[in-house]
Nanobody, 114 residues
Framework: QVRLVESGGGLVQAGGSLGLSCAAS????????MAWYRQAPGKQRELVAV???????NYADSVKGRFTISRDDAKYTMYLQMNSLKPEDTAVYYC????????WGQGTQVTVTS
């Protein structure tokens, strides 16, 4: 059964940090590049960061140097450490495969206040 469960969101002041987790089904996770996405109110979902099956990473310019994506293959879990948060990072954050999306999870809300 396909499953994606995001957690770790919350309310934080600008400049603060949050860590997100994504628990995934083995069928999605193994040998796949995984990614974090976000969707702010009134905007389209956008790609935030990607981690390949061998651990290579790539980031959107807007988060480069502030966010760190990682994965634990033994736990089928992916993480997003977010530092130096800005109000424009406010969004619902989702995880999914980088290519070949499966059913989206519920996401986790991140709210950054100024």
């Amino acid at each position: 059964q396909v499953r994606l469960v995001e957690s770790g969101g919350g309310l934080v002041q600008a400049g603060g940090s949050l860590g997100l987790s994504c628990a995934a089904s083995r069928s999605i996770f193994v040998d796949n590049s995984m990614a974090w996405y976000r969707q702010a109110p009134g905007k389209q979902r956008e790609l935030v960061a990607v981690v390949t099956s061998n651990g290579s990473t790539n980031y959107a310019d807007s988060v480069k140097g502030r966010f760190t994506i990682s994965r634990d293959d033994a736990k089928y879990t992916m993480y997003l450490q977010m530092n130096s948060l800005k109000p424009e990072d406010t969004a619902v954050y989702y995880c999914n495969a980088h290519i070949g999306w499966v059913r989206w999870g519920q996401g986790t809300q991140v709210t950054v206040t100024s």
